[in-house]
């Protein structure tokens, strides 16, 4: 089943990201929908699975390396300058951002898909964090393609958008392969799990937060997209086996 989920993460990100290639007329309102629905989802999933394992696993420990990843996130939004959150920050010169701003996106991309390749407690968290990252990844492809458009370089636009769609699944079947190879691996995945959260917690706040007018107010549209992004999330919970 792990190898299905991974397939159709890289399927579903590369999607994503022709979308802006092939519609031209891509509206912004729909952006920020996506981004108030896949912040919303991650946020809860976080909560509902990610949260439970983690300190299942470590206890009291586990508070500390929630709050490092949230800090490494916060050194790699300098690199990805906002990418991560389906926009971007950065001056009018785009093309010395481009790099700096993929290789930011690409570690951020390989934690993302670290948790995908753990054996959780609960039946129900793999699944359910699979479609949290694949949510997440949507609006970050169509972020990252409409600023390889934006940007005029003659980079080819399909072989970054590839490289990106490949990290999640890649980084995942490392940490399957060396987990169930070597007993310090996945002992190490163990501590790795709760910087992978903090980094969900910086980005699906900060997307439920940016996502909107300038003003952040809550539009009726938000208020609707956020509600359903946690609604699917609480369904997640029908996943548990007993």
């Known amino acids: 089943m792990i190898w299905f989920y991974l ?9 994503g990201g022709a979308i ?9 309102s729909w952006m920020t ?10 946020l809860s999933i976080t909560f509902l699975h990610l949260l439970p394992e983690a300190f299942h696993d470590l206890g009291q420990k586990a508070g500390l390396f929630i709050l490092l990843g949230f800090l490494i996130q916060l050194v790699l939004q300098r690199l990805s300058h906002g990418v991560e959150h389906g926009h971007v920050h950065i001056s009018s010169d785009h093309h010395h951002s481009i790099l700096p701003i993929f290789i930011g996106l690409s570690i951020h991309a390989f934690m993302e898909g670290i948790p ?12 359910s964090i699979f479609l949290g990252v694949a949510a997440h990844k949507l609006p970050e492809a169509i972020t990252l393609c ?8 003659k980079v080819n636009k ?17 940490a399957m392969y060396y987990g169930q190879k070597f007993h310090f691996i996945s002992n190490l995945l ?3 799990i709760p910087l992978v959260i903090g980094s969900f917690l910086h980005i699906s706040t900060t997307v439920l937060y940016e996502s909107g007018t300038q003003h952040h107010e809550l539009s009726r549209q938000k208020v ?3 509600l359903l992004g946690v609604g699917f999330a609480m369904c997640t919970l029908l996943f548990h086996t007993h």
């Open 7 to 15: 397939l159709l993460l890289f399927l579903l990100t590369a999607i």
């Open 190 to 192: 163990i501590y790795i």
């Open 20 to 28: 802006p290639l092939f519609l031209k007329e891509f509206r912004a």
């Open 158 to 174: 399909w072989l970054i958008l590839v490289l990106f769609a490949l990290m999640s699944p890649v980084s995942a079947m490392l």
């Open 224 to 226: 609707i997209a956020v």
């Open 146 to 153: 409409s600023l390889l458009l934006l940007s005029g370089t």
């Open 33 to 42: 929908m996506i981004l108030a629905f896949s912040g919303s989802f991650l």
């Open 116 to 127: 995908l390749g753990f054996n959780y407690n609960s039946g129900a968290t793999l699944p």
